[in-house]
């Protein structure tokens, strides 16, 4: 399975959004919500504070275009206020009052300036991309793209054909819905197809406006963690069939794992106000269960040299830093500390979904590597289900 992987374009989102601005406008809104005596030090038990957002704080909590009467309209609301006895004049001023009340944005509203945000971050991510491999639009035979948090139909895909342009007979392979395992899943199946053909040259993309979670009416626990944690991202890499001047990490080989009925533990629901991201507090553990998995993994692939062999830097993503302080725990006494510094250091400015593999990737590369080093990505996701990938720094 040799695939050689050059280093990512990494854009995030240019508007820097500070913790202390989202305590502000949640405080202000929810002030007697069960946790918000807590809210300070529960901001400060994530570590962040400051994340990129492709589009600034305000578009998210502005109110809706329309006003309180949008969904039932003047009409039937003037007649069943008439039916209760209000006069005309009363039933006017009643009226303009509803009307003046702001309404939550709409689906529309919500998503619209995000998926054209996602395009042009995406766009952005494709040609540095490119550029970083040496590499034109029209030698691209593959490209696969995620952006799971802004559902389009067509899609990234092929919006990234057009704007680039790729030539008519690429190969495209959306995957909307692949969300946090995106980055490690995308090299596992960029890494088959060239598999199958060395000479072909695959363009991964992934761009995720996980800001549009962001849900200013829900006054859940897990909504303000929600508000607290995500960032926007787009990323892109290219991979290719054989080594290029450019390329720094050859994937050597690719795990999957699947654990069945926790499909409910993480998910997105599309609601009238848009969409939200519901967790359940069991996902760490479940999650924590698929690292396990992969260490046997690990083992068994390199059992003949369990004394000798480790990896020198572990790019993971597994949704939060509770399950990657179980990652240290679990991992055998003989490695060395300091594998996730990577992972750890990109959490510090919010969780990027699906670009987070890439973005730690980034970061190991900026960081220098020493050729021969072994390299292993892990990321978990909605499902619950897990990809990891072994290779070798260049």
């Given at each position: 399975m040799a695939a050689y992987l050059c280093p990512p374009a990494v854009i995030h989102g240019e508007h820097a959004v500070r913790t202390s601005q989202i305590v502000a406008e949640v405080r202000d809104r929810h002030p007697h919500a069960a946790w918000a005596p807590r809210i300070d030090g529960i901001a400060a038990g994530t570590g962040i504070e400051t994340r990129g957002w492709m589009l600034p704080l305000e578009t998210a909590v502005a109110p809706g275009n329309g006003g309180g009467l949008r969904t039932v309209g003047t009409g039937p609301a003037r007649k069943a206020l008439a039916r209760d006895g209000?006069?005309?004049?009363?039933?006017?001023?009643?009226?303009?009052?509803?009307?003046?009340?702001?309404?939550?944005?709409?689906?529309?509203?919500?998503?619209?300036?995000?998926?054209?945000?996602?395009r042009s971050y995406g766009e952005r991510a494709a040609r540095g991309a490119l550029q970083t491999a040496g590499l034109d639009a029209a030698d691209v035979d593959c490209l696969i793209t995620s952006h799971s948090t802004t559902p389009a139909l067509p899609g990234l895909d092929i919006a990234l054909a057009n704007r680039l342009p790729l030539r008519n007979d690429v190969m495209l392979l959306p995957a909307t819905q692949w969300a946090c395992v995106a980055g490690t899943r995308s090299l596992a199946l960029a890494a088959d197809?060239?598999?199958?053909?060395?000479?072909?040259?695959?363009?991964?993309?992934?761009?995720?406006?996980?800001?549009?979670?962001?849900?200013?009416?829900?006054?859940?626990?897990?909504?303000?963690?929600?508000?607290?944690?995500?960032?926007?991202?787009?990323?892109?890499?290219?991979?290719?069939?054989?080594?290029?001047?450019?390329?720094?990490l050859r994937l050597d080989a690719a795990w999957h794992h699947t654990l069945p009925g926790t499909q409910d533990l993480?998910?997105?629901?599309?609601?009238?106000?848009?969409?939200?991201?519901?967790?359940?507090?069991?996902?760490?553990?479940?999650?924590?269960?698929?690292?396990?998995?992969m260490w046997e993994w690990l083992r068994v692939r390199y059992q003949d040299h369990p004394d000798s062999w480790h990896p020198d830097v572990l790019l993971a993503h597994p949704g939060g830093t509770r399950v990657l302080e179980y990652m240290e725990q679990t991992m055998p006494d003989a490695w060395p500390s300091g594998l996730l510094d990577?992972?750890?250091?990109?959490?510090?400015?919010?969780?990027?979904?699906?670009?987070?593999?890439?973005?730690?990737?980034?970061?190991?590369?900026?960081?220098?590597?020493?050729?021969?080093?072994?390299?292993v990505l892990y990321a978990a996701a909605p499902g619950l289900t897990a990809t990891a990938l072994e290779g070798e720094w260049l």
């Amino acid at each position: 399975m040799a695939a050689y992987l050059c280093p990512p374009a990494v854009i995030h989102g240019e508007h820097a959004v500070r913790t202390s601005q989202i305590v502000a406008e949640v405080r202000d809104r929810h002030p007697h919500a069960a946790w918000a005596p807590r809210i300070d030090g529960i901001a400060a038990g994530t570590g962040i504070e400051t994340r990129g957002w492709m589009l600034p704080l305000e578009t998210a909590v502005a109110p809706g275009n329309g006003g309180g009467l949008r969904t039932v309209g003047t009409g039937p609301a003037r007649k069943a206020l008439a039916r209760d006895g209000f006069t005309e004049h009363d039933v006017d001023r009643a009226i303009a009052a509803l009307e003046a009340m702001p309404a939550p944005q709409t689906v529309q509203e919500r998503t619209a300036p995000a998926w054209e945000a996602v395009r042009s971050y995406g766009e952005r991510a494709a040609r540095g991309a490119l550029q970083t491999a040496g590499l034109d639009a029209a030698d691209v035979d593959c490209l696969i793209t995620s952006h799971s948090t802004t559902p389009a139909l067509p899609g990234l895909d092929i919006a990234l054909a057009n704007r680039l342009p790729l030539r008519n007979d690429v190969m495209l392979l959306p995957a909307t819905q692949w969300a946090c395992v995106a980055g490690t899943r995308s090299l596992a199946l960029a890494a088959d197809l060239v598999a199958a053909d060395p000479d072909r040259v695959v363009l991964v993309v992934i761009a995720e406006a996980l800001s549009t979670t962001y849900q200013p009416a829900d006054d859940t626990l897990e909504s303000l963690i929600v508000r607290l944690l995500f960032a926007d991202t787009a990323v892109a890499a290219v991979v290719t069939g054989r080594p290029r001047r450019e390329s720094v990490l050859r994937l050597d080989a690719a795990w999957h794992h699947t654990l069945p009925g926790t499909q409910d533990l993480h998910r997105l629901d599309t609601r009238a106000d848009g969409t939200h991201f519901v967790m359940d507090r069991r996902g760490p553990r479940a999650v924590q269960e698929t690292v396990t998995a992969m260490w046997e993994w690990l083992r068994v692939r390199y059992q003949d040299h369990p004394d000798s062999w480790h990896p020198d830097v572990l790019l993971a993503h597994p949704g939060g830093t509770r399950v990657l302080e179980y990652m240290e725990q679990t991992m055998p006494d003989a490695w060395p500390s300091g594998l996730l510094d990577h992972s750890r250091d990109s959490y510090t400015s919010g969780n990027r979904g699906g670009a987070a593999v890439f973005d730690i990737l980034r970061r190991a590369h900026d960081a220098g590597q020493k050729s021969g080093s072994r390299a292993v990505l892990y990321a978990a996701a909605p499902g619950l289900t897990a990809t990891a990938l072994e290779g070798e720094w260049l």
